[in-house]
């Protein structure tokens, strides 16, 4: 049984920085893309960031270029997303997602397995 375990959401204050762990089990991790998602109250769910299986690529979105850091470590089986500088647009729960071979997807449908989400607020 696959299963995707996120922890490391909370609150914070603008400007302030949290780290994102995805703990995988159930499936032979360094054969699937990685990616964070997120979804804000009202709001579809949006890609954030995608690591590539190896972890030598990776992509962000606009809104988060520069701030955000995708990572992964395959002896551990866990993909990281280290926020700084958060702003209060930030808030949402995020996801962490598996897709299966070596390229994530900005499409949230097409990924395989999914975690239960963790909260991330961010105060102004």
């Known amino acids: 049984q696959v299963q995707l375990v996120e922890s490391g959401g909370g609150l914070v204050q603008a400007g302030g920085s949290l780290r994102l762990s995805c703990a995988a089990s159930?499936?032979?991790?360094?054969?699937?893309?990685m990616a964070w998602l997120r979804q804000a109250p009202g709001k579809e769910r949006e890609f954030v960031a995608g690591?590539?299986?190896?972890?030598?690529?990776?992509y962000y979105q606009d809104p988060v270029k520069g701030r955000f850091t995708i990572s992964r470590d395959n002896d551990k089986n866990e993909v990281y997303l280290q926020m700084n500088s958060l702003k209060p647009e930030d808030t949402a729960v995020y996801y962490c997602?598996?897709?299966?071979?070596?390229?994530?997807?900005?499409?949230?449908?097409?990924?395989?397995?999914w975690g239960q989400g963790t909260q991330v607020t961010v105060s102004s």
């Open positions: 997602a598996a897709r299966y071979g070596s390229r994530w997807s900005p499409t949230y449908e097409e990924y395989d397995y």
């Open positions: 159930g499936l032979t991790f360094s054969t699937y893309a």
């Open positions: 690591i590539s299986w190896g972890g030598g690529s990776t």
